[in-house]
């Protein structure tokens, strides 16, 4: 199964602001910056990355349900899901 660029344009540009908010992170432990700022911008390059994995898993799903993909793997499918847990 391969996922469209289409639909996945959403998904780009919140895995291109996690990459800056990540960027920015870097720089924050380079300039000294107190802990809690730090953690809290971490978590939000987190939560951020683990939106995008649901939201490709998501459409993937959607993909494989609309096209009755005969290679759909529920098992790997459950890992994928999973490994974003």
């Known amino acids: 199964m391969e996922l469209d660029p289409t639909d996945m344009k959403p998904v780009i540009n919140r895995l ?32 951020a990355l683990d939106r995008a994995g649901f939201s490709i898993i998501a459409t993937g799903l959607q993909q494989c349900m609309q096209q009755e993909d005969p290679s759909l ?4 499918l459950e890992k994928l899901f999973l490994s974003l847990a």
Request: proline share 0%.
């Open 16 to 47: 291109r602001r996690a990459q800056g908010q990540l960027a920015a992170v870097t720089r924050m432990i380079e300039e000294g910056r107190d802990c809690k700022s730090v953690v809290t911008q971490l978590a939000a390059v987190s939560s």
């Open 73 to 76: 793997d529920r098992a790997e």
